[in-house]
């Protein structure tokens, strides 16, 4: 964790994390993640992988926006609540 508060903590763009559930789960429990964004497909699967499986305790996201496309997929932004 040691590293990725030292890039955190460097000038230049946003850290992003692509398809890693492992990874975001890491990194949620030690609350190192300051924006989520979740894209909304409309498909239902009937199974899969839950989106942070292994989150232990709750997490309450405040939504900051919403972006529907054509496609009608949606990009939900989402910033955790600090207690």
């Given amino acids: 964790m040691e590293e990725v508060l030292k ?3 460097q000038p230049g763009k946003d850290i992003a994390i692509f398809g890693s ?3 975001a789960v890491t990194l949620a429990t030690h609350d190192l993640i300051d ?3 979740i894209i ?6 009937g199974g899969g992988t839950p989106l ?3 989150i232990k305790d709750q997490l309450n996201l405040k939504l900051l926006k919403a972006r529907m496309f054509k496609s009608g997929n949606v990009l939900l ?3 955790p609540e600090k207690e």
């Avoid at 909304?40 to 699967?45: A, E, I, S």
């Fill in 35 to 37: 924006e989520y964004r």
């Fill in 77 to 79: 932004y989402y910033a």
């Fill in 52 to 54: 942070l499986k292994g």
């Fill in 40 to 45: 909304v497909n409309p498909v239902f699967l």
């Fill in 21 to 23: 559930s492992d990874l």
């Fill in 7 to 9: 890039l955190k903590g």
